[in-house]
C-alpha cells in the first residue's frame, strides 16, 4: 500500500520504518528541516533500540519530505502522527492534528478514496472533529472529496518501540466506516498474521500469539488509549502507595508484588515500586482525562490520587535522603541515571529532574550520570548548577550519598565495593530497588531502597 506518514516523533517514525519493512511504499512528512536532513542521511533523530538498523535497511525506500502537496494525492492511506501537548490546564491540544488534517484535505484529489488514520493520542471526540475540518476544506475547495477516518491509538513504549510494533499485544481501530477498516486491515495484515521474516534484530519472541484487531467506535477508540495509560500508571501508584505502607510496618514490597501478582487477575508487569512514571504518556495522558473529565462535570478520584502518589515519591526521596544525612546543605550527591526510563535518552517528565530540583533547593551538589541522556538533560537542567560525570566511579568519589533513579542495565553490574570504598559516606538510596539490600550492605553500603 502507498502510506503517507506526517510527523516522525518516537511513533511516526517506528511506524514508518516498521511498514517499509513489511513491503508497504512509505512517505514521512515533517516540518522540522533539522531531524529531516538527519532522516534523509539515514540517521535516526532518536535514541531507540533497533531503529537505526532497520534505518539501514529500508531507510533508503521511505521518501522523507516537508511538504504535505508531494507525498499525499497518491497516497492510500495517511497517518497523522504529530504532537498532542498539553496546554497550560492539561487538556491535549490538538491543533497540530486538526492543521495536518486539513493540510491533506486541501491536496486530496476529488472523487479518489483516501482513509485518514488519526495515531497520535488525542481528546474523545477529535475524530468527529477532524471529519468536520475535512469536509469544511472541501466545501472550501468545492470539491467532492472522499475520505475515511479512522483512530488508531497507537500503544508504543519507549525503548522497547520496534518489539510492541512488530509483535503488538493488540491492534484498535475506531472508524464508523467498513472502508477504513478494510484499509487498515489490509495495512497490518502481515502484522495480524505474522507472515513476515523478523529483522534479525528483533525475533519473534517464542511465546508470541498472533495479535487481534479490535474494531469499535472513533470514541471508544480514543478513550481506550487514555484508559489504557491510566490504568498503568495506576497500578504503579499502587504499588508504591503499598510500598510506602510497607515501610511503616517492615514489609517488603517486591515481596509482596512477586505475592500479588501470582494471580492472574493481577499480573506481575507494572509493579515494580520506585520512584514512579515519568515519560510523555502518563503524565500528559492522565491530566488530559481529567481535563476531559472536567468539561464533562465527571469527577476522577482515583485518576487524582494516582498522580499525587506519583509525584509525592519524588518527594519522598529526598526526604529520605535529608533524614539519613541530616541536612543536605553542602552534601554531594551522586545521581544514577537520568532519562525517565532505561534505553532512552528522553528526559520528559522524568523523575530525576524534579528530585534534582528539589535536591538543589535543599542546597547540595549534584554529580549526575546518565548513559545517554546527559545533553538533553544540561538542556533541561540549564539554570542551575550539577556537575556532570561520565564515569560512575569518578562520580562516586567523596560524594556523601549516592541515589539511583534510572534502572539502567549497567548500574544492574557496578562493582558496589569499590563505589562505597570511595565515598564519604557510604549511602546508596535505590530509587528502582535494582540492588539486592544484603549485597549492598554487604558491599559497605548503608542502604535504603523503596518499600523494604
Ligand atoms: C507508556 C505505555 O506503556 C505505552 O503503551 C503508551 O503508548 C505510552 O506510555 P512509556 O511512557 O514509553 O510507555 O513507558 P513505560 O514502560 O510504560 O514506563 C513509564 C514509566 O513508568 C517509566 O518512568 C517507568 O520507570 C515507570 N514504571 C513502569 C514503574 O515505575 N514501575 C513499573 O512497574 C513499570
Redo the contacts with the bound molecule.
Keep these: 500500500m502507498k502510506i503517507t506518514i506526517i510527523g516522525t516523533g518516537y511513533v511516526g517514525l517506528t511506524t514508518a520504518v516498521v511498514l517499509a519493512y513489511l513491503n508497504h511504499t512509505v512517505s514521512a512528512v515533517d516540518k522540522d528541516s533539522t531531524k529531516l536532513t538527519l532522516l534523509q542521511e539515514g540517521k535516526s533523530p532518536i535514541h531507540e533500540p533497533g531503529i537505526q538498523s532497520l534505518l539501514n535497511e529500508v531507510g533508503h525506500t521511505i521518501r522523507f519530505t516537508p511538504t504535505v502537496a508531494e507525498v499525499v494525492p497518491d497516497a492510500e492511506l495517511i497517518m497523522i502522527a504529530v504532537g498532542t501537548p498539553p496546554k497550560i490546564d492539561g487538556e491535549a491540544d490538538t491543533r497540530h492534528v486538526e492543521q495536518a488534517a486539513r493540510e491533506v484535505a486541501q491536496v486530496c484529489l476529488p472523487n479518489i478514496h483516501y482513509t485518514l488514520v488519526i495515531k497520535s493520542?488525542v481528546p474523545i471526540g477529535t475524530n468527529k472533529r477532524v471529519a468536520e475540518v475535512v469536509e469544511d476544506v472541501f466545501a472550501e475547495r468545492k470539491i467532492q472529496g472522499n475520505v475515511s477516518i479512522a483512530s488508531n491509538p497507537?500503544?508504543?513504549?519507549?525503548?522497547?518501540a520496534l518489539q510492541?510494533a512488530f509483535y503488538p499485544d493488540r491492534i484498535v481501530v475506531g472508524a464508523n466506516n467498513n472502508n477504513a477498516l478494510d484499509a487498515l486491515r489490509r495495512l497490518y495484515q502481515p502484522i495480524l498474521e505474522q507472515t513476515f521474516d523478523p529483522p534479525t534484530t528483533l525475533p519473534r519472541p517464542p511465546s508470541y500469539h498472533l495479535p487481534s484487531m479490535m474494531t469499535t467506535d472513533p470514541n471508544s477508540a480514543e478513550m481506550i488509549?487514555y484508559a489504557?495509560?491510566t490504568f498503568?500508571?495506576l497500578?504503579?501508584s499502587f504499588?508504591?502507595e503499598i510500598a510506602g505502607l510497607c515501610e511503616q510496618v517492615g514489609a517488603d514490597v517486591t515481596e509482596v508484588a512477586r505475592g500479588i501478582g501470582l494471580d492472574t487477575r493481577i499480573g506481575h508487569?507494572?509493579?515494580?515500586?520506585?520512584?514512579?512514571?515519568?515519560?510523555?504518556?502518563?503524565p500528559k495522558?492522565t491530566a488530559a482525562l481529567l481535563r476531559v473529565a472536567a468539561q464533562a462535570g465527571y469527577q476522577m478520584p482515583i485518576t487524582e490520587a494516582a498522580r499525587t502518589v506519583n509525584f509525592e515519591q519524588r518527594k519522598r526521596i529526598v526526604q529520605k535522603l535529608k533524614t539519613v544525612l541530616k541536612t543536605l546543605n553542602g552534601k554531594t550527591i551522586g545521581i544514577l541515571g537520568l532519562a525517565?526510563?532505561p534505553n532512552?535518552d528522553d528526559i520528559r517528565e522524568?523523575?530525576a529532574l524534579d528530585i534534582i530540583r528539589h535536591l538543589v533547593a535543599e542546597g547540595a551538589n549534584i554529580r549526575a550520570h546518565d548513559p545517554i541522556a546527559i545533553p538533553n538533560a544540561k538542556q533541561a537542567l540549564s539554570d542551575i548548577n550539577v556537575d556532570y560525570i561520565e564515569d560512575v566511579h569518578q562520580l562516586s568519589h567523596n560524594t556523601d550519598a549516592l541515589l539511583l533513579v534510572?534502572?539502567w542495565e549497567q548500574y544492574h553490574r557496578l562493582d558496589l565495593r569499590k563505589l562505597a570504598k570511595h565515598m564519604k559516606t557510604p549511602i546508596l538510596i535505590d530509587g528502582?530497588n535494582v540492588f539486592s539490600p544484603q549485597e549492598a550492605t554487604a558491599a559497605g553500603f548503608h542502604y535504603i531502597g523503596i518499600g523494604r
Design positions: 493520542t497507537e500503544f508504543l513504549q519507549e525503548g522497547l510492541g488509549k489504557a495509560n498503568l500508571a497500578k504503579i504499588i508504591n508487569r507494572f509493579l515494580r515500586a520506585g520512584l514512579g512514571w515519568g515519560g510523555s504518556c502518563y495522558d525517565f526510563k532512552t522524568a523523575p534510572t534502572e528502582r
